[in-house]
């Protein structure tokens, strides 16, 4: 899809750098499209659920059954006064919540949304993601340095460890992925993955034998692994402690207000569902339906990416919905808790996956 | 590094600062510093007549104002010697048991609030919301009911009001197996609370903790059985103690479990009561000017929070010359700095919501 | 154990300090000491086997209400004399028995032996009987305010207390 953008605009403006520069800054207004609508839906849905689970209503007011009072809040939230205090360091003060914004946003241009739209096809695709989830650590510590508050400086120092050390686990587990599909472009991991379910990476992959078969449970260990670490990764219940309301009042977010405070949410939820796509495109087949696509059965070829975009989105919303579920369940473990669970459980079980993946693999 | 928490901080339970003094996130030294809530309740006491000093006890613990005019009103009488009716004692005991309930609740939901589980706290509110609604047929009020008086009671109790006790108990049992399924004996919480802010009974005892702060150390301790007042010793119940189920006794975990059962044994009591309200008036013969004799009386009640002592001195006026009310959170307070020296920041919001405290009592 | 063999197996060891029991007010009985012999007291009250006081229920600071009212001759009124007491209220939680001992000191110069190191629960007690009334105690280990302001003046619960009209530049009766 790309090149044929980067054809069209090479023939309007005749320079081919141009247009290739052009062509990836306006493939990233989708995504950034995408990014706002899921943000403002899944705060509706973040609330909702909470308060089903709770016994209440949520917002009912603002439109039907509140699915206006995000957009509401939003408009709220650019009104309101963008507070810099005197002790702050301002330049870092301002540029933290973007940073933190547009590497989120970065990692989102890698996903494979559908077969032919993909923000940035690079052969490196996940370790891009992981890299660039680096410049989320990056923008929390100077928030928390710059706010020159001490909740908030507790705040980032605990997100920077906790996202620093959930990397590793994240790391293993991506580089047995890797060893499995044999690519680190998450478009053709996607692809390896292709027609029906069984072919799914959580079944063992697309290769045939038995090979197949012994890989199933090792899978799905590195899948409950991947979801924990990245979940942690994400600073989401019941790995909040960056923010944790009890201890740490709002954490590295404590002095923001307004706008730079809402792209900080707008990058946790846009999280939200980096994490559920990550999980999806390794073990549940990525944008590919579970069952064949109803445009080839009926022969419409444009109606194929629509499902795609639909069965991404689904099962990414599935897992967003799994980590509000888990939000409104569990209460918060304590820092060193987070540790040992990382250290002394995720890593070590990591290192055996792969071993074994490997093995598996070879033989 | 000092770090204050509060005045304004989520976790305080009000207007609380702790000033921390913490080497990473280990905490060395806990002081808390008190009064922002203070009211001059004792002072305004000294102009008030002594029925007149019923409104302003329900101000100190607003979560269970219902006992601080239990303990209030024990204490004149007995000053005075005055004999209650016995349907107004069994009216009393119902009513401060539903009043128990509802301040466990409240302590158990913001206990799981501190340690970051929110849904718990909501479903709790819940079933206390049909205990406030349960006080508000009776007496019109929600959270400060004036409801005991010097001798007797304000009303009498609504017609339904035993049918819907009944209703009410029999909807909450269920529940407490729901509370626990979801926060007692989920494996985060356990983790959290468990050998956290460990009370051996003999500090216990000598920091002057009571109430479930005390038991959740071990000590079968309970001013209803052990110094019974009212008509307490006519009831079948048990006194839960810690026993150290997750971790040691007098834990975070403990503390926190005593108040789950006793909330149990506050809806026994009920049931036994309930049945056996006598016919008769709500109100004995009391003079119109409350006159006690000159002395003084030191009156104590096991509170939701603990033990609620009332310490009057009379001069045979109208006016109390001293009202010194024995706050149980004020002296749960004092004991922080010593339980929380060496856990970490996240434990010491643990500890102070596991000793369950209220600033309007400790600030009066 | 009651109140009366309380009293003689203190008297009996302590003689002078354990000054009289009122036993007529209409409660408890109440036994006086000697304000300086409290820690002594305290200590055998706690340790004795056949006592046990275990527990501080409640330490109370009481204006006895006592003092000479002077009325000066621009009608303003001095106080003279008079005593400031501390109330406290003991319990046994291995053998069920309680006391309450007063002690009283003169308004002037009131001072009172801590018993903080006996009863770790009376620290805050005493700080507010300070707080309050001015009392000062002897040997605790951090005697301040407590329930008022760090820079407040004067002492609340004293009968003579009149309310200060300022506080740092603020109008108090509004």
Redesign the interface.
């Known amino acids: 899809m790309q090149n044929y953008f980067t054809e069209i605009l090479t023939d309007l403006l005749g320079n081919e750098l141009l247009a290739e520069i052009l062509t990836y800054v306006l493939s990233t207004v989708p995504i950034l499209a995408f990014i706002v609508f899921f943000v403002l839906f899944a705060v509706w849905l973040e609330r909702k659920v909470?308060a089903h689970?709770?016994?209440?209503l949520g917002p009912m007011r603002v439109g039907w059954h509140g699915v206006l009072q995000t957009i509401a809040d939003f408009i709220k939230l650019i009104q309101k006064e963008d507070i810099i205090a005197d002790a702050n360091d301002k330049a870092l003060f301002n540029i933290a919540p973007f940073l933190v914004f547009v590497s989120t946003l970065a990692t989102f241009t890698l996903l494979p949304f559908t077969s032919i739209f993909v923000g940035s096809n690079a052969d490196v695709g996940i370790f891009l993601v992981l890299a660039l989830s680096g410049g989320v650590v990056a923008g929390i510590l100077m928030a928390g340095w710059a706010s020159n508050n001490?909740?908030s400086l507790?705040g980032s120092l605990r997100a920077a460890a906790q996202i620093v050390s959930y990397e590793i686990p994240t790391a293993l587990v991506v580089l047995t992925m890797i060893m499995v599909y044999g690519t680190m472009n998450l478009g053709d991991v996607t692809e390896a993955q292709t027609s029906y379910f069984w072919n799914w990476g959580i079944f063992g992959g697309a290769g045939l034998g038995l090979g197949k078969f012994l890989l199933v449970p090792f899978m799905f260990v590195a899948f409950i692994i991947l979801f924990i670490s990245t979940l942690a990764e994400s600073n989401r219940?019941?790995f909040?402690?960056p923010e944790?309301?009890?201890?740490l009042?709002a954490g590295f977010n404590t002095e923001y207000s307004g706008i730079k405070f809402s792209l900080f949410f707008l990058a946790e939820f846009a999280n939200m569902f980096l994490i559920g796509a990550i999980l999806v495109i390794f073990f549940f087949g990525g944008y590919n339906s579970p069952f064949g696509y109803f445009g080839n059965l009926i022969g419409v070829d444009w109606l194929v990416p629509v499902e795609q975009l639909f069965w991404f989105i689904s099962k990414g919303m599935f897992f967003v919905f799994v980590s509000m579920w888990l939000r409104?369940?569990?209460?918060?473990?304590?820092?060193?808790?987070l540790m040992t669970i990382c250290w002394k459980y995720l890593i070590p079980y990591a290192f055996f996956n792969l071993l074994i993946v490997g093995l598996i693999l070879l033989v | 590094m000092i770090l204050n928490m509060g005045p304004q901080h989520p976790s305080t339970h009000g207007v609380l600062r702790l000033e921390l003094v913490l080497d990473g996130e280990v905490v060395h030294d806990v002081k808390p510093h008190i009064g922002y809530l203070h009211r001059c309740m004792e002072k305004h006491c000294e102009v008030m007549t002594y029925p007149q000093v019923v409104p302003y006890t329900d101000r100190m613990d607003y979560l269970a104002a219902m006992y601080n005019n239990f303990g209030y009103v024990g204490a004149v009488e007995k000053l005075m010697d005055i004999q209650v009716p016995e349907r107004v004692e069994y009216i009393r005991v119902i009513m401060g048991e539903l009043q128990r309930i509802a301040s466990h609740l409240v302590a158990l939901g913001t206990f799981g609030l501190d340690l970051g589980a929110f849904t718990p706290f909501l479903y709790l509110f819940r079933d206390r919301e049909k205990i406030l609604d349960l006080f508000e047929e009776t007496c019109g009020a929600r959270l400060l009911y004036n409801y005991m008086w010097v001798g007797g009671l304000s009303h009498d109790i609504h017609p339904d009001f035993v049918r819907k006790t009944k209703e009410f108990i029999d909807y909450f049992r269920p529940t407490i197996v729901e509370l626990n399924n979801l926060l007692t004996f989920n494996k985060i919480f356990i983790e959290r609370t468990a050998n956290i802010g460990v009370c051996p009974p003999k500090e216990a005892i000598n920091l002057g903790l009571t109430g479930p702060n005390l038991r959740g150390s071990g000590i079968k301790f309970d001013l209803r059985k052990d110094d019974p007042y009212s008509i307490y010793d006519k009831f079948d119940f048990e006194i839960p103690v810690g026993e150290g189920g997750v971790g040691s006794v007098g834990d975070c975990w403990d503390r926190y479990y005593v108040r789950v059962l006793e909330v149990e044994q506050s809806l026994r009591i009920i049931e036994q009561a309930i049945d056996q309200i006598p016919d008769g008036d709500v109100k004995a013969e009391v003079p119109r000017r409350v006159k006690p004799p000159k002395g003084s009386v030191y009156h104590r009640v096991e509170a939701p929070k603990g033990e609620l002592g009332y310490f009057i001195v009379s001069d045979g006026t109208v006016n109390p010359t001293r009202v010194k009310v024995r706050a149980p959170s004020f002296v749960s307070l004092s004991a922080l700095g010593q339980m929380a020296k060496g856990y970490l920041v996240a434990d010491v919001v643990a500890i102070l919501g596991s000793l369950d405290i209220v600033l309007g009592e400790i600030d009066r | 154990m009651n109140a009366e063999e309380i009293y003689n197996l203190l008297k009996e060891k302590f003689g002078d300090a354990i000054l009289e029991m009122v036993s007529d007010v209409p409660t408890e009985p109440i036994i006086s000491v000697e304000p300086l012999k409290t820690n002594e007291i305290s200590e055998f009250l706690r340790d004795a086997d056949e006592l046990q006081f275990d527990s501080l229920m409640n330490l109370s600071g009481v204006d006895d209400n006592n003092a000479e009212k002077i009325i000066n001759e621009d009608e303003t009124t001095t106080t003279k004399g008079g005593t400031l007491s501390v109330f406290y209220h003991l319990d046994s939680i291995p053998l069920k028995h309680k006391i309450a001992i007063k002690i009283s000191t003169n308004r002037d110069n009131p001072e009172v032996e801590s018993v903080t190191n006996i009863w770790a629960s009376a620290n805050w007690h005493e700080r507010e009987a300070f707080d309050m009334y001015g009392i000062k105690f002897l040997n605790h280990p951090d005697l301040s305010r407590i329930l008022m302001p760090y820079d407040w003046e004067g002492f609340p619960l004293r009968k003579d207390y009149e309310n200060p009209e300022f506080y740092e530049g603020m109008k108090i009766p509004y």
Do not use: A, F, G, N
């Open positions: 909470s689970m709770q016994d209440r001490k909740y507790y219940t019941p909040d402690l944790s309301e009890s201890e009042v409104w369940t569990l209460p918060r473990v304590r820092v060193d808790q």
